[in-house]
């Protein structure tokens, strides 16, 4: 995978998913087998939603992921999603159904790097697929980090890349040469989107090292939980409940289990 400097403005992600969001769900559900649905799933399962407490979904998409909770949730609290593209916003509007539980979520248009909410706001915080697409990492994480309440939970769903060796080399492979053809195939008028996924995923902090980012934005009991012998990795981490916590000594460690 390439090593040379990704361009991630705000401009460039934009547009690219701009013209990639008719055909994102599909392409996503393809290219990764349907085991995306699956990470979800185990994501959602991982949530510590209280009742009256809202949840932001940010670099929501298509809204999957927002979907997914409020489906959990039920009437429990309200859950927004927020994305900087107004084109895949338009999409997870239309998931909205009348009469159950995703019909009361707000879809919002918001940058994760200065999103508009108060301070301590939401219960939990999630993304999933999209942190590295933000271009400041470490300013998407504070942010999420700031509108959580005390004793609120972060969580992040991202691809990582497996340590095992034979693993890892056909992942590499099937990233760089397979899922680009693919992809430009169906995204026939951005011929780059999908050479950029691998790239984005390649240049991006996984395991440990994502933890440890997690932690420098005011996270405590940051562990996280590979998915699919590591292909995508469940990052969690807790906002301290005082100001005083923030000091305390922090432990990131990793939970051994691969689910």
């Known amino acids: 995978m390439s090593t040379a400097s990704l361009d991630k403005s705000n401009s460039r992600v934009r547009e690219m998913f701009r013209q990639i969001a008719p055909r994102y769900d599909l392409m996503n559900?393809?290219?990764?087998?349907?085991?995306?649905?699956?990470?979800?799933r185990a994501a959602v399962k991982r949530l510590r939603i209280t009742p009256g407490k809202p949840i932001l979904d940010t670099c929501t998409g298509t809204g999957d992921l927002a979907i997914a909770i409020a489906k959990k949730a039920g009437d429990q609290c309200e859950v927004i999603g927020s994305d900087f593209c107004y084109a895949m916003l338009e999409i997870a509007r239309d998931k909205r159904k009348p009469g159950d539980a995703t019909r009361g979520i707000d879809f919002l248009e918001a940058d994760s790097q200065s999103l508009p909410f108060d301070t301590d706001t939401f219960g939990c915080v999630t993304v999933a697929f999209g942190l590295r697409n933000v271009a400041d990492t470490d300013q998407g994480l504070s942010e999420m980090t700031r509108v959580c309440s005390g004793g609120g939970q972060v969580m992040v769903l991202e691809f990582s890349r497996p340590t095992l060796p034979g693993l890892r080399g056909l992942y590499g492979f099937y990233f760089s040469h397979i899922l680009p053809?693919?992809?430009q195939w169906f995204a026939r008028n951005n011929k780059d989107a999908y050479s950029y996924l691998p790239e984005s995923v390649g240049q991006f902090?996984?395991?440990?090292?994502?933890?440890?980012?997690?932690?420098?934005?005011?996270?405590?009991?940051?562990?996280?939980?590979?998915?699919?012998?590591?292909?995508?990795?469940?990052y969690e981490g807790t906002k301290p409940a005082t100001s005083k916590s923030f000091n305390a000594e922090t432990n990131s460690s990793k939970d051994n289990n691969d689910v």
């Open 181 to 183: 053809r693919v992809g």
């Open 205 to 234: 902090p996984d395991g440990q090292a994502l933890a440890d980012r997690m932690t420098a934005a005011g996270l405590i009991d940051v562990k996280y939980t590979p998915l699919t012998f590591g292909v995508a990795t469940i």
């Open 29 to 40: 559900h393809l290219l990764s087998l349907n085991i995306d649905r699956y990470w979800r």
